[in-house]
Structures are given as C-alpha cells and as structure tokens.
C-alpha cells in the first residue's frame, strides 16, 4: 500500500515579528534636497526579521491623513515625499509561510524644503476617548488626553474644542499647557473635539475630529 501525504504535517513557518525602526528617526527633519520642486527622496530603513521574507511601509501624510503602503523584500526602501509635510510611518512585517503580520511602532518625521525657517508642531495624536468610544463620566465628568511633539521642542500650548456640533465646534479650553484635561458632560450625549497644537513661532495643526459618546 502507498503511503499519503499527511497535509496537517506540512510545516508552517514561524509568525513574522514587529521590527525595530532606524531610519527617519522619531522626531527628526529629513532634508536629503528635493528631487523636484515640491518632492523629496526619503530613504527608510529597519531590522531585519528572520521569520519574514517582505515587509510593507505605510507612510501617512499628517496633513491629509492619506496614507500610502510600500511593500519590499529588503530592510531599506526610498520613497519620494511631499516637501514640508508631517509623515508618520510604521513597518509590517510579513511572511508567504504565515499568514500572521505584526506591526512595528509609530513614528513622526517632518521633510523639509527650501524656505522654511520653523516648522508646524506634529499634530497630537493618541487622543482618548479614542474615535466612536462610549465612555462612562464620573461625577459628570471625563478626561480628555492627547499627546503632542514638536521637532523643535517649542510647543506653546494646546486649544481644545468641543460640541454636540460636529460642524461648529466650541473652544472650551485655550493654551492648555499639557494634557490630561477633565471637562463637564452630560449622560447619553456625543460630543465631537480636536486638539489644536501651537508653537512659539506661531504655527499650529490639527488634530482632526475625534467623537465618543457618554453612556
């Protein structure tokens, strides 16, 4: 009699892992010169994970909050950005031998171009309530947080709005010096906020609108 192949015997390969990234560091302002007038070439670099054989960059525009996923089988890729935007950006590792991914983690960089003397804060990030959480208040209350960086380390303060009005929102709290930030609320309510970032040379950013409701 002929033997069978077991298919539950085929091996599978180890689940890839987060790697650790290099290059553009956290924070930093990338200025390799404009490939044109309003492009820049970004190198981007990361650890090399033995369990994965490709990996995928997805960079986001802070602006617009487009993102953009890049897939490569080395730990090194050049990517053409806009000049004077916030990015962030993370690397997905993955395998043809495992259909399991992980994520490395988050972080922010500035291209810059010609003309610029100061930079936008990076808009804060991290909000919580995070978008469409119910949240229970106590005592009537909630706490708002957030976190905010800077390139040049010279945030001046934070503006927070917020209202039942997605489409008028009120400034319940101007150059708030850090986070957290508790605030009044009322029982079976959603309310719609954003954190405005300011620095000492007068430019801001946007948070974008964020949302949770109080059971």
Known sequence: MGCKKNKGSEQVGQPPKSVTLLLPKSDEVCA?????????KISFSWSRDENSDRYEVIVRDLKTGNSSTHETTDTKLDISLSVNTPFSWYVRSKSLKNSASAQSTIWKFYTSG???????PFPADKLVPTLKQDVTAVNGKVTL???GSHVDNNILGYDIYLSE?????????????SSPLTIDVAANKTYFWKVITKDKNGNKSDSGLYQFTVL
């Open 32 to 40: 390799l010169g404009p490939i044109t007038a309003d492009k820049s």
């Open 114 to 120: 010609p003309g610029i003397a100061s930079f936008a």
């Open 145 to 147: 947080s957030w976190v």
């Open 165 to 177: 009005n997605m489409s008028n929102l009120i400034l319940i709290k101007e150059n708030q010096v």
